[in-house]
């Protein structure tokens, strides 16, 4: 089973009938911290959370999709504690109350298309 965490509006909207996790209101640390903690329950990252090194300090938005594993994937395990570390850590973030819609939006398409490809195959799947 494949699991969608998002805190982006255009991928929940696109995905409403499939297994989402949608974020509304929350930050792109709060979306790895959930991806996190599906890790722990044997989820296996199918997209780098940190695609692009786009970072808070660049993007309001973030999507990770994972599959259920059998067992604790370690690999997943590194890599979303290292982007939550790095993510966490970053000076500076954007803060959506100064950022026009147009400029919001532009930021949704952004981290869409990071993961349009895995999401192609779980929409047409």
């Known amino acids: 089973m494949k699991v969608i965490v998002t805190n ?3 991928v929940n ?3 409403k ?3 989402v996790i949608y974020l509304d209101g ?3 640390v709060d979306v790895l911290t ?3 903690d599906l890790i722990h329950q044997n989820y296996i990252l199918l997209t780098h959370p ?3 090194n786009l970072m808070p300090d660049k993007t309001i938005y ?3 999709i994972l599959e259920k594993g059998t067992e604790l994937d370690y690999g997943s395990l590194n890599l979303i504690e290292d982007a939550v570390f790095f993510a966490g850590n970053s000076k500076h973030k954007l803060n959506k109350a100064g950022l026009s819609e147009s400029i919001l939006k532009d930021l949704q398409l952004v981290d ?3 993961v349009k490809d895995v999401l192609r195959e779980i929409t047409e799947g």
């Open 8 to 10: 982006n509006p255009q």
């Open 34 to 36: 959930k991806t996190r």
């Open 62 to 64: 973030k999507t990770v």
């Open 13 to 15: 909207d696109i995905c």
């Open 112 to 114: 869409l298309e990071m």
């Open 50 to 52: 940190l695609a692009s």
């Open 26 to 28: 929350y930050d792109f």
């Open 17 to 19: 009938d499939k297994n």
